[in-house]
């Protein structure tokens, strides 16, 4: 089970260390941020680059965050979304990696990553199959174990009717891949333990909450 904290600090390094407290009381296995800078985001030209700056930590907060991850005993995944975040993770020697969906038709971007000895990640939401493939493919060039895919629809949060569950079959079948499940249900709702629970049963082993 990885919480999955991404932006959800806001920038503020103390509500991160907050987050992952609260997470190790849970029983989850890890935890996972997205590490980035701003020009690996936007163009400095972009209204959203400001704000992206802004949020990017120095390597030393990156550092202490991981090691209280570790103390708190959670494993530590990152998504990446460039060079400077991919040494960044490296450096930090992170357990296991993760592409966004934004950068599924990186290939530059997944070729060096699937080159380094870590657990690999894609997330297949927000692509179609013809992406998904040949994102696969780019990865399996550089790497042939270590990889597994994450099924889940991009919208916060994610109506029950969006779910389409009979898609982890269906990815399971063409890409012979470990399918996980990274919901983003409504977390009040009773639906958030139930839809895991169903995934559980279509073989889904890997969970991002």
Known sequence: IIAEIANAHQ????????????VAQTGADAVK???????ELYSPLDPGFKKFREREWAFDVWKNLFSYSWDSGLEVGADIFGKKSLEIALSLKVD??????????????IKDVARKPYPLL???????LLELA???????KEKTDGLGLMYGYQAFPTDIADSHFSRINRLKALFGLHIGLADHIDGDLEMAIDLPLIALGLGCRIFEK
């Open 11 to 22: 920038g503020n390094p103390q509500l991160a260390y907050d987050i992952i407290t609260e």
């Open 33 to 39: 941020f997205q590490i980035y800078s701003a020009d």
């Open 96 to 109: 296991f990696l993760k592409i966004h969906s934004s950068d599924l038709s990186n290939y530059p971007l």
């Open 134 to 140: 040949q994102a696969i493919e780019t990865v399996r």
């Open 122 to 128: 894609l997330s297949a939401g927000g692509t179609t």
